[in-house]
């Protein structure tokens, strides 16, 4: 049974709003990032080195909040704790993290 065009068009407005409809405002997931820098390298293949990518990820704060378990949000895991007592350093984030991938040296197929 292959649906018009017009048929599909009016089918897919009828699911969005029955999905708008449905959606349940006061439970919900929330992941705020700041100061978010993401910064990837690439390398030409050279014989004097193996070297094939470099990725760097920094996040200077970030918190996740909920309101599934309760009605009133509830933040799961957050930002820098105290400042005073553990200062953190500028410099650095909250979350980095720095991956290189190197070519094989011997190939196996």
Do not use: Y
């Not at 407005?13 to 405002?25: F, H, N, S, T, V």
């Not at 990725?55 to 005073?84: C, H, R, S, Y």
């Not at 553990?86 to 197929?109: A, F, N, Y």
Request: include cysteine; hydrophobic fraction near 40%; charge should be neutral.
């Amino acid at each position: 049974n292959i649906l018009l065009p017009e048929e599909r068009g009016n089918m897919l407005k009828d699911r969005a709003e029955q999905c708008r409809l449905k959606r349940r405002i006061h439970c919900f997931l929330q992941v705020s990032l700041s100061g978010l820098n993401l910064r990837a390298d690439s390398f030409q293949e050279s014989q004097s080195h193996r070297l094939s990518s470099c990725i760097e990820l920094k996040i200077e704060d970030f918190f996740i909040a909920e309101t599934v378990t309760d009605v009133q949000p509830l933040k799961m895991l957050g930002e820098w704790f105290n400042d005073f007592e553990h200062p953190q350093d500028t410099r650095h984030g909250l979350i980095m993290m720095k991956m290189v991938i190197w070519k094989p040296k011997t190939l196996v197929s």
